[in-house]
């Protein structure tokens, strides 16, 4: 399996799916700048498929220092919120939808160095390190949450590198009405998933409070409907 590099996975430029959910509205100019980073992709984006009858909306996408689009989220049910309190996190249901773009090893933007191709371990990282993104335990402080969030992301990078591992099993989700096998696995904040479906992208997802077993991705045709 190819190894994963934070460097494949990141972006040099932009926001990372980790971050917060960014609510737009039609007719503002957030709402535009956000439509317009999705639609320079070269790829087709992924959401969940009509099945899911809930709120969407979009998060974040990231690119390269060239201004080439590298991956990006989409969110669906709640907006995932960072809350300490007892809970909080179980009355949470979400599932983010990543879709990262399957390129080979390439220069950099920069033209200074190379960078990893991106696999299925790309989604898986990026799916784990998102979930941390919108935990925080009940039971710790504050101030420790920074070391506790460095120290579960460097285990959410190493478990992607192993997805072939005792702590994944797998399953078969549709991708525009086609059978195609995920690696997932649960933990206490949540659950994460990634699979490769082929036409030019990787597909991660990650949720909290509803089921990965039912769910079903598919093309996004129309943007609209995460406004």
Do not use: N
């Amino acid at each position: 399996m190819e190894t994963t590099s934070r460097t494949a996975a990141q972006s040099t430029v932009g926001d990372s799916p980790a971050a917060g959910p960014q609510r737009t509205q039609p007719g503002r100019p957030s709402a535009h700048r956000t439509v317009d980073a999705y639609t320079r992709a070269s790829f087709p984006w992924y959401g969940l498929d009509g099945a899911f009858t809930g709120p969407r909306w979009l998060m974040r996408v990231s690119s390269a220092a060239d201004g080439v689009v590298q991956h990006g989220s989409m969110g669906h049910g709640h907006e995932p919120s960072i809350r300490s309190e007892a809970g909080a996190l179980e009355k949470e249901r979400f599932a983010v939808v990543i879709t990262v773009a399957a390129v080979p090893v390439r220069r950099s933007g920069d033209g200074t160095g190379v960078l990893d191709a991106t696999t299925v371990s790309s989604a898986a990282w990026l799916a784990g390190s998102g979930l941390l993104g919108h935990t925080w335990p009940a039971q710790l402080d504050h101030s420790l949450r920074d070391d506790w969030l460095e120290q579960q992301t460097e285990t959410a990078f190493e478990l992607a590198d192993d997805l072939d591992g005792e702590l994944w099993s797998t399953l078969s989700l549709p991708v525009d009405g086609e059978a195609t096998v995920f690696h997932y696995r649960e933990s206490e904040f949540g659950w994460v998933l990634a699979g490769s479906p082929g036409g030019g992208v990787h597909i991660g997802a990650y949720g909290r409070g509803m089921s990965a077993y039912g769910l079903g991705f598919s093309a996004v045709e129309d943007l609209s409907q995460y406004l």
